[in-house]
């Protein structure tokens, strides 16, 4: 972890996202950066280190408030981190997640981003894979949704064209 301290900036060192509030971390990121870069996630449970995720954005307070936004059917990885982060401190309590951000060019960005990802391989960058059942009820669950949201629009008077 000592590449991290070197090359990235600690933006939060109490980063749960169940605690923090949209002005936590307009706060801290305006005190390290305001502009686009890359962020790291990190999290130590006891004496273990681990790196979480890599990822990059144009604004660190806004990207880390969509994490704290409850779940959004058109961007559901937003939400992975808030539950990665309840899945571990339901089993670690002690669990510490860290924020860290270095700041790039929007030229560069997508590059420094991806150069980190190969670097550190963080367990969320990883491509996931569940299991068949978990799949079917993901899929089960996002026909409802869509369902629901058809049988709502063609609930609604409408012009026709």
């Known amino acids: ?60 307070a806004r990207r880390v408030s969509d994490y704290m936004k409850d779940f959004q059917a058109h961007s559901p990885n937003d939400y992975k981190i808030r539950v990665f982060q309840q899945t571990i401190t339901d089993k670690h309590p002690e669990a510490q997640f860290r924020l860290h951000f270095v700041a790039a060019s929007l030229e560069t960005y997508s590059q420094v981003e991806n150069d980190w990802i190969q670097r550190f391989d963080p367990l969320l960058n990883r491509r996931a894979s569940a299991n068949a059942g978990a799949r079917d009820s993901f899929r089960k669950a996002f026909e409802a949704y869509y369902r629901a949201g058809f049988e709502e629009i063609l609930t609604r008077p409408h012009s026709a064209t």
């Open 1 to 60: 972890m000592a590449e991290v301290q070197t090359s990235f900036a600690l933006v939060l060192s109490d980063a749960r996202l169940t605690i923090l509030s949209k002005q936590d971390i307009r706060s801290a990121a305006a005190s390290v950066h305001s502009g686009p870069g890359v962020y790291f996630w990190a999290m130590g449970v006891g004496n273990q280190n681990y790196r979480i995720y890599v990822g990059k954005t144009k604004s660190l």
